[in-house]
Each structure stands twice: as structure tokens, then as C-alpha cells.
């Protein structure tokens, strides 16, 4: 099953959004707090599997100047034959993505010195540009409910079981990794503008406290690819749904 975007494919667009961590079975009654409510629709139980690229330097993993601030990753939703190349860059109150679907047989061309004229040439220039290559492999189980707010879609997801394995090629390997010892879900609520009210609602029933949480860092220490003189993941100062 494909993730819905928020906005078009290929194009970048911005959405606040908080990553709530929610302790053991208070994800499932969480999950099933905004589930009773409005009618959201379910998309269901997927397994979600990114590549994530970095320096030799880990520059992206030590956060070092505007790597601290913007990530580049190779996602893909189970089995399927097509897969996103994503930017995701991360200021203190926004989140814009950008992202381009390309087929799985396209990611070898992302190893090519030049980039050629196809959907992927940005991406692929980027990496270039910035001597970035691949790291490592990150899946997970998500959870997801779409909500039909008063300014579009809305979108939560609850993600747990994180896998790892270190990568060293644009290609997605078969074995699920290291499992990422963790009692934490991630929760994040996607959306547009101001955030909806059942959104508000469930972070007050539930007393969230949002909070910066990278996957790929967890799954890097996980593997032993410690960073070094990075800060922590660092505390929100700003509420979630203000």
C-alpha cells in the first residue's frame, strides 16, 4: 500500500508536523482514540523501508552546518515496483519536503557520475554535489489513519518495530536488519496550516510531549555508527497545535 502524499508528487510543499513518542500499548489506544472519532479513514498496516545517504565524514549523522538541517533518502512502501527519492529539509517551524517517484530498476542510475536527463536528475545531482552516499537501510511497521480536515488532508501514522543494516549501494536488501531496541512508537501528525482539532485534541487527552526523533540516528547508533559531538534530539520549545 502507497502512503498518500499531502501534496503532489514531485513538487515541494510544507507541512508543520511533531513526532509525539508514545510508550508501549498507548500507541495502539492513541491510534484508536483518533480512529472513534470523525470518521477517519484507515489506510491500514505496511511496512515502509528507506535508504538513507550520508558522507564518508558522517556529516549528516553529526548534523555539521546545513547537513543538520536537510536529509536525502530513497523510500519504499513493501514490495513495490516504485519508489520516492526524497529531500526532507527541517527548520525550527516547518517541514518541506520534496519527492519524485521513480521505478526500482532506475536506482542503479543513481550510482553514474553524471546525472542523465530523467525524473531522478535532481536528486542524483544533489548527491553528486554534496558527496553524499549510501548508509545505511532503516524499515519499520507504520500505522496510518487520513483525516478530511477544514484545509485538506490530514494524515497520522504511528510507527514501531525499527529495523536496520548498513548499506553501500541504491538497492533495498531482502533481510529486515537489526532489530532497534526501543518501548517508544513514533507518532506524527501531518497536516496543513493550523493543525485540526482532533489532532489538538488527542495530544491534550493524552498529555504528548512532541519532540524531534530521527530514525536514521536511532538506527545508526543501533549499528554502531556513533556520532560524534552531535547534540541530542532536542525538546520541541514550541507547542505542538499552536
Given at each position: 500500500m502507497?502512503?498518500p502524499?499531502l501534496g503532489?508528487?514531485?513538487?515541494?510543499?510544507?507541512?508543520?508536523?511533531g513526532?509525539?513518542r508514545?510508550r508501549g500499548?498507548g500507541?495502539?489506544?492513541?491510534?484508536?482514540?483518533?480512529g472513534?472519532?470523525?470518521?477517519?479513514?484507515?489506510?491500514?498496516?505496511?511496512r515502509?523501508?528507506?535508504?538513507?545517504?550520508?558522507?564518508?565524514?558522517?556529516?549528516?549523522?553529526n548534523?555539521?552546518?546545513?547537513?543538520?538541517?536537510?536529509k536525502?533518502?530513497?523510500?519504499?512502501y513493501g514490495?513495490?515496483?516504485v519508489?520516492?527519492?526524497e529531500?526532507k529539509?527541517?527548520t525550527?517551524?516547518?517541514?518541506?519536503?520534496?519527492r519524485?517517484?521513480?521505478g526500482?530498476?532506475?536506482?542503479?542510475?543513481?550510482?553514474a557520475a553524471?546525472?542523465g536527463?530523467w525524473?531522478?536528475g535532481?536528486?542524483?545531482?544533489?548527491l553528486?554535489a554534496?558527496?553524499?552516499?549510501?548508509?545505511?537501510?532503516?524499515?519499520?511497521?507504520r500505522?496510518?489513519?487520513?483525516?478530511?480536515?477544514?484545509?485538506?488532508?490530514?494524515?497520522?501514522?504511528?510507527?514501531?518495530d525499527i529495523r536496520?543494516?548498513?548499506?553501500?549501494r541504491?538497492?533495498?536488501?531482502?533481510?529486515?536488519?537489526?532489530?532497534?531496541p526501543?518501548?517508544l512508537?513514533?507518532?506524527e501528525?501531518?497536516?496543513?496550516?493550523a493543525?485540526?482539532?482532533?489532532?489538538?485534541?488527542?495530544?491534550?487527552?493524552?498529555?504528548?510531549?512532541?519532540a524531534?526523533?530521527?530514525k536514521?540516528?536511532?538506527?545508526?547508533?543501533?549499528l554502531g555508527?556513533?556520532?560524534?559531538?552531535?547534540p541530542?534530539?532536542?525538546?520541541?520549545?514550541?507547542?505542538?497545535?499552536?
Amino acid at each position: 500500500m502507497l502512503s498518500p502524499d499531502l501534496g503532489p508528487s514531485s513538487r515541494a510543499y510544507a507541512a508543520r508536523a511533531g513526532q509525539p513518542r508514545v510508550r508501549g500499548a498507548g500507541a495502539t489506544a492513541y491510534y484508536d482514540y483518533f480512529g472513534e472519532r470523525a470518521g477517519p479513514r484507515s489506510l491500514g498496516y505496511y511496512r515502509t523501508t528507506s535508504l538513507y545517504v550520508d558522507t564518508a565524514a558522517l556529516d549528516v549523522l553529526n548534523r555539521r552546518g546545513s547537513f543538520g538541517r536537510a536529509k536525502l533518502r530513497v523510500r519504499r512502501y513493501g514490495a513495490a515496483d516504485v519508489v520516492f527519492l526524497e529531500r526532507k529539509l527541517r527548520t525550527r517551524r516547518q517541514l518541506v519536503k520534496r519527492r519524485t517517484a521513480v521505478g526500482v530498476a532506475d536506482l542503479g542510475r543513481l550510482q553514474a557520475a553524471m546525472a542523465g536527463d530523467w525524473a531522478g536528475g535532481w536528486f542524483q545531482r544533489r548527491l553528486s554535489a554534496r558527496w553524499l552516499e549510501p548508509a545505511c537501510q532503516v524499515g519499520y511497521t507504520r500505522t496510518a489513519r487520513l483525516l478530511e480536515s477544514a484545509r485538506g488532508p490530514a494524515r497520522l501514522t504511528i510507527d514501531a518495530d525499527i529495523r536496520a543494516s548498513l548499506a553501500d549501494r541504491f538497492a533495498f536488501a531482502d533481510e529486515p536488519g537489526l532489530a532497534v531496541p526501543t518501548d517508544l512508537a513514533i507518532v506524527e501528525m501531518k497536516y496543513s496550516g493550523a493543525a485540526p482539532a482532533l489532532f489538538r485534541q488527542c495530544v491534550e487527552a493524552f498529555a504528548l510531549g512532541p519532540a524531534l526523533v530521527s530514525k536514521y540516528r536511532l538506527a545508526m547508533g543501533r549499528l554502531g555508527r556513533t556520532e560524534i559531538g552531535a547534540p541530542p534530539d532536542q525538546e520541541i520549545d514550541e507547542p505542538l497545535c499552536a
